[in-house]
T-cell receptor, first 110, second 114 residues
Framework: GENVEQHPSTLSVQEGDSAVIKCTYSDSASNYFPWYKQELGKRPQLIIDIRSNVGEKKDQRIAVTLNKTAKHFSLHITETQPEDSAVYFCAARGSGQLTFGSGTQLTVLP | DAGVIQSPRHEVTEMGQEVTLRCKPISGHNSLFWYRQTMMRGLELLIYFNNNVPIDDSGMPEDRFSAKMPNASFSTLKIQPSEPRDSAVYFC????????????FGPGTRLTVT
């Protein structure tokens, strides 16, 4: 089955700086890569996603890049704000289901 | 739409008791997923249904866990008998695989087994 690895597990940045979270996947047939944000005590919520036929996607301060050859994808958050502090999960879709990475605790320091 | 609805939101039970978690997916969604989240193991897929049919239950930990989806608007996850190691947050999610792959999560049920 699919295996998704996510790094780093924790990340602290100063407000206004950029944050980058990286994931690798194992199944070359995976075709959909979402990123979820989970605030403390809340449900995971989709913030951005990318399909395998696209290399990059951007939505305001967040962007995702996908390298199918290397089987890795990354989340980029620019101009970070305190409200960006949360746990971020990457995921890969293969065989109809999502496999999630282990999560990154992002802390934006004021 | 009210989104994915789960009940109860919190459940505290004693070891050995039966626990039933409930989920109502978003109307029109044809796929439903049950996840378990713990600090140690992260977010794990337990089982998922497509058009009310279980497709993959390889994530169900053991025979104490069972899930059903009798119709398109209701699913249950049952643990019998419950054990302290079952304590976790259980999320239900739904998606419309014919429109997009996005999964919408419910608010979760926090289960504590003492």
């Amino acid at each position: 089955g699919e295996n998704v690895e996510q790094h780093p597990s924790t990340l602290s940045v100063q407000e206004g700086d950029s944050a980058v979270i990286k994931c690798t996947y194992s199944d070359s047939a995976s075709n959909y890569f979402p990123w979820y944000k989970q605030e403390l005590g809340k449900r995971p919520q989709l913030i951005i996603d990318i399909r395998s036929n696209v290399g990059e996607k951007k939505d305001q301060r967040i962007a995702v890049t996908l390298n199918k050859t290397a089987k890795h994808f990354s989340l980029h958050i620019t101009e970070t704000q305190p409200e960006d502090s949360a746990v971020y999960f990457c995921a890969a879709r293969g065989s109809g289901q999502l496999t999630f990475g282990s999560g990154t605790q992002l802390t934006v320091l004021p | 739409d009210a989104g994915v609805i789960q009940s109860p939101r919190h459940e505290v039970t004693e070891m050995g008791q039966e626990v039933t978690l409930r989920c109502k997916p978003i109307s029109g969604h044809n796929s439903l997923f049950w996840y378990r989240q713990t600090m140690m193991r992260g977010l794990e897929l337990l089982i998922y249904f497509n058009n009310n049919v279980p497709i993959d239950d390889s994530g169900m930990p053991e025979d104490r866990f069972s899930a059903k989806m009798p119709n398109a608007s209701f699913s249950t996850l049952k643990i019998q008998p419950s054990e302290p190691r079952d304590s976790a947050v259980y999320f239900c999610a739904s998606s419309s695989q014919t429109i997009s792959y996005e999964q919408y999560f419910g608010p979760g049920t926090r289960l504590t087994v003492t």
